[in-house]
């Protein structure tokens, strides 16, 4: 008779991918060899935070190396209550330090100890993790830790104002660093490092304004870029007029302007807006400060879109009053 321990590892595992994490925790009581199993689900997405009271599984992936490996994603939010000793963020680079499978890591914790990613890289890479976050802003200690991610694809640093300044050398990040980037979330002064060189398709750009200057920055991406949102000082029409000059490609567009608007707009306003927007080719969403621009494909032509010059009004069919057709 074939006992459950001389299982084939292959039906062990089939077993065990359906399971819940209460029956995982009681399958792993089970043998030895089931543990190990059950370990390799178990771990394999973990989320800390204060509030969720597990803290302690940080102390546990810096002193267990074996499981540490089983996990892919890593989520972990600290505030600043309850206080977090230093001591903490000594295991919590030692536990990333083992987690060298990682496919996804999220670290929203004090601005201040980017230190724990250099410790945490110091003799390992991590070449499967393709998506990153940090509080952290774009220092030296964070361009170590990119070195050592080969694969890496959607990228969020510098993206919460922080008191802690930037590399006082200008926090340069070598061409050959994080070749395959496709998506950023950040400020624009660490877009304008990311962009020129490497296949950057999306950017959601906060903290400060975007000027014409970064722009020209911006197109130096190896790929067109499609995804725009960023924040402008500057008067919405000649923006984008200059951004169709050198981001033609975009296929959605999303702009805050700290202008104040003491009057409603003239309703040339809204028709030089959609006048720009018609140049676009591939433009198919486009938002004003909390303002929708609707479109639709322009008859006869698939590949033409008509703009709204009424943003707030509702569309439902094209009409040559409320649409600017692109000749």
Not at 3 to 9: E, T
Not at 27 to 49: D, G, K, P
Not at 104 to 126: F, I, M, P, R
Not at 277 to 302: I, N, V, Y
């Amino acid at each position: 008779m074939l006992s459950l321990q001389n299982l084939p590892i292959e039906l062990v595992h089939f077993i065990a991918q359906d399971l819940d994490i209460h029956a995982l925790a009681t399958f792993a009581q089970t043998c030895s060899s089931f543990c190990l199993v059950a370990q390799s689900f178990l771990y394999r997405r973990i989320s800390v935070s204060a509030w969720s009271r597990n803290l302690c599984v940080v102390p546990l992936l810096a002193r267990r190396p074996d499981i540490a490996r089983h996990v892919r994603s890593f989520y972990i939010a600290v505030d600043s209550s309850p206080t977090v000793f230093p001591a903490y963020y000594g295991l919590l680079a030692k536990a990333i330090l083992n987690m060298s499978e990682l496919t996804s890591l999220n670290l929203l914790v004090d601005s201040g100890v980017s230190w724990v990613l250099k410790e945490a890289c110091t003799h390992t890479s991590y070449p499967f993790l393709t998506h990153f976050t940090c509080s952290f802003p774009f220092d030296e200690n964070v361009i170590y830790f990119l070195g050592k991610t080969p694969s890496l694809l959607e990228l969020e640093v510098d993206s919460i104002p922080s008191t802690f300044a930037l590399n006082p050398l200008g926090a340069s990040l070598p061409p050959t660093t994080i070749p395959r980037l496709e998506q950023f979330i950040g400020s624009p002064r660490t877009a304008r490092a990311l962009a020129p060189g490497r296949p950057i398709k999306s950017l959601h750009l906060n903290g400060s304004a975007l000027t014409e200057e970064d722009i020209v920055l911006l197109a130096r991406s190896t790929s067109p870029i499609l995804v725009l949102g960023a924040v402008i000082n500057s008067a919405p029409v000649p923006f984008l007029e200059h951004l169709y000059r050198y981001l033609p490609h975009l296929a959605y567009l999303r702009i805050m302007t700290t202008q104040t608007m003491h009057h409603p707009p003239a309703p040339e306003f809204y028709e030089q807006v959609a006048n720009v927007l018609a140049s676009f080719p591939e433009l198919s969403a486009f938002e004003l400060s909390g303002m929708h621009w609707g479109s639709q494909q322009k008859r006869g032509d698939g590949s033409k879109r008509v703009w709204q010059s009424s943003p707030l009004s509702t569309m439902t069919h094209l009409d040559d009053d409320i649409l600017l057709e692109n000749t």
